[in-house]
């Protein structure tokens, strides 16, 4: 059950492992992240975590291009609208899990625009 809302880096890389644990053994989308990104999940924490830091805490600690970086995801296994719809789902269970409020909810709007963006 939700606690507390979003308000740390911590909080945030929490939520992250969460949300990774689900998505990766998720039966819509798990192989993207285990067959076809092959994910390194240690590496790839630390820099989503900043992506996400910058976005919900306003530190400019990000360095990248996100929707770039997913075009190669995008050439080797289609991705479709059902599988941004999924991301959402289980990113916005992750966050019910462990987190309520204003921060929260802001951590849901903006994957909802990122989700769509996407697509």
């Not at 990248?64 to 075009?71: E, K, L, T």
Request: without cysteine; negative net charge.
């Amino acid at each position: 059950m939700a606690g507390r809302d979003l308000e740390t880096r911590d909080d945030i890389d929490h939520l992250l492992r969460d949300f990774y644990s689900a998505a990766m053994r998720d039966e819509v989308i798990g192989y993207l992240f285990t067959d076809v990104a092959h994910l390194d999940l240690e590496r790839h924490l630390p820099q989503i975590g900043n992506f996400w830091e910058q976005v919900l805490l306003q530190r400019p600690v990000y360095v990248g291009h996100p929707i770039a970086a997913h075009f190669p995801l995008h050439q080797a296994a289609t991705l479709r609208a059902d599988h941004f719809q999924r991301w959402f789902v289980l990113w916005d269970e992750a966050i019910a899990a462990s987190f309520i409020g204003t921060m929260a909810d802001a951590a849901r709007y903006r994957a909802a625009v990122i989700a769509e963006s996407m697509q």
